[in-house]
């Protein structure tokens, strides 16, 4: 996983609640073995059927930040979800409330959930809907979004362990391999008549 510390670019406005993970990677995309290629099934269901829905529009071509309603990534515990939204593109996704299980997944991936009031989520929607240039600035370090164009600098909440595991591009694996040196001499001084797992 690689660091996160600053995320700025354009947004696009997703103007919709309660957006649940099927929604946001519908199940036929799931029976991939890869994890990669699951952009291309991002929202799917609406871009396929909704020819005005915001992923077809230009305008918003290449932005990296989501700004989304309340309750996004309910429903299922996927985390192709998650996948989905960073092979697209985006880094953080904006939302007043977030899944459980979706903001864990994604702070375990590398992308940043950003829970700000809805009276801030409303107003960086309508800004971004007026002017698709609109960039936005999302410090995970400061832990504030900041807007120029629509004076916002709101902070967002994220308990420190998390923070640091983003700021350090910390996955399990990673969290894992800060104790390598001591998994090894533990398993130097392992005693051999203790049992093992052949990895052949």
């Not at 230009?58 to 309340?70: F, H, Q, S, W």
């Not at 996948?83 to 459980?100: C, E, H, N, Q, T």
């Not at 902070?155 to 969290?175: A, C, K």
Request: charged residues 25%; glycine residues 6%.
């Amino acid at each position: 996983m690689e660091p996160v510390r600053v995320i700025t670019g354009r947004a696009v406005p997703l103007d919709r609640s309660d957006v649940d993970t099927d929604q946001i990677i519908p199940a036929h995309w799931l029976k991939r073995v890869e994890r990669t290629g699951f952009g291309a099934g991002l929202f799917s269901g609406w871009w396929e059927n909704e020819p005005d829905f915001v992923l077809n529009r230009r305008e918003y071509k290449d932005a990296t930040i989501l700004i989304a309603g309340p309750n996004f990534g309910v429903g299922s515990s996927r985390e192709h979800a998650v996948w989905a939204l960073m092979d697209y593109g985006f880094k953080a996704v904006i939302s007043p409330r977030f899944g459980d299980i979706f903001r864990n997944n994604a702070t375990k991936t590398g992308l940043v959930p950003v829970v700000v009031d809805p009276d801030v989520a409303e107003a960086l929607m309508r800004q971004v809907e007026a002017d698709p240039t609109t960039v936005i600035t999302i410090d995970v370090e400061r832990l504030v979004v900041d807007c120029p164009a629509a004076a916002i600098s709101a902070s967002f909440p994220m308990d420190d362990f998390t923070r640091y595991r983003l700021v350090e591009g910390l996955d399990d694996i990673g969290l894992t391999l800060r104790n390598e040196a001591a998994i090894t001499a533990y398993e130097q001084k392992r005693p051999a008549w203790m049992p093992t797992i052949s990895l052949r």
